[in-house]
């Protein structure tokens, strides 16, 4: 069986503070997807990335960072610089490869990331 | 412009008093599914359906009903609602086959459902 542990559940910062937001997987596949979702407060799902098993290199978008280490089964999401615009719960999931039936999004049960002015 | 739309957006309603929640998606998916959010939990897939007329369990189906009559409807239904079906729901959609299979779910902008 899938699981996706934040063990995070709250993180307040400051305003141009760097936050790490931790995600730990388990997964019996080889093949699997690996993903991030932003939930602002007006309360839609905003997806981010996504990863595939097979690509571990890091990834930079703007002031967003993704770490894929499979060694530790860990995703992490690093924003730099923090704004009051980045205050939401984020999401990290996992889901199957493609070819199962399924294919259900395995979700963690999220961070809330307050940033403060 | 491609989107899943949910309805309603809010619902307060009884104990036991059937509710119907609507999914409809414009891009010709093949997969759709429901999920429902609760704090601390994460969202959770109730049911999906890799097509018209195939319906399966998810991880939390007890209290739920689905159907899949056509391509872009996945309604949810709520046969005899209790408290504990309080929760924020979302319909996701996603191409099942060709290129496109790998690419994420497309969810809905959710729906709030109180059971009182």
């Known amino acids: 069986a899938q699981k996706v542990t934040q063990a995070q559940t709250e993180i307040s910062v400051v305003e141009k503070e760097d936050v790490t937001l931790d995600c730990v997987y388990e997964?019996?596949?080889?093949?699997?997807?690996l993903f991030w979702y932003k939930q602002p407060p007006s309360g839609e799902l905003v997806f981010l990335i996504r990863?595939?098993?097979?690509?571990?290199q890091n990834e930079i978008s703007g002031r967003y960072s993704w770490n894929f280490q499979k060694s530790t089964s860990s995703f992490n999401f690093t924003i730099t610089a923090s704004q009051v615009v980045d205050s939401a719960v984020y999401f990290c999931?996992?889901?199957?490869?493609?070819?199962?039936?399924?294919?259900?999004?395995?979700f963690g049960g999220g961070t809330r990331l307050m940033v403060k002015p | 412009e491609a989107q899943v739309t949910q309805n309603p957006r809010y619902l307060i309603t009884v104990t036991g008093k059937k509710l119907t929640v609507t999914c409809s998606q414009n891009?010709?998916?093949?997969?759709m599914s429901w999920y429902r959010q609760d704090p601390g939990l994460g969202l959770r897939q109730i049911y999906y359906?890799?097509?018209?007329?195939?319906?399966d369990k998810g991880d939390v189906p007890e209290g739920y009903k689905v159907s899949r009559k056509e391509k872009r409807n996945f309604p949810l239904i709520l046969e005899s609602p209790s408290p504990n079906q309080t929760s924020l729901y979302f319909c996701?959609?996603?191409?099942?086959?060709?290129?496109?299979?790998?690419?994420?779910?497309?969810f809905g902008d959710g729906t709030r459902l109180s059971i009182l």
């Open positions: 996701a959609s996603r191409p099942r086959q060709g290129s496109e299979m790998n690419q994420p779910q497309h």
């Open positions: 997964t019996r596949d080889t093949t699997y997807y």
């Open positions: 990863r595939n098993s097979f690509d571990e």
């Open positions: 999931a996992l889901s199957e490869a493609v070819y199962n039936a399924g294919n259900m999004l395995t």
């Open positions: 891009m010709n998916h093949e997969y």
């Open positions: 359906s890799m097509n018209v007329e195939v319906t």
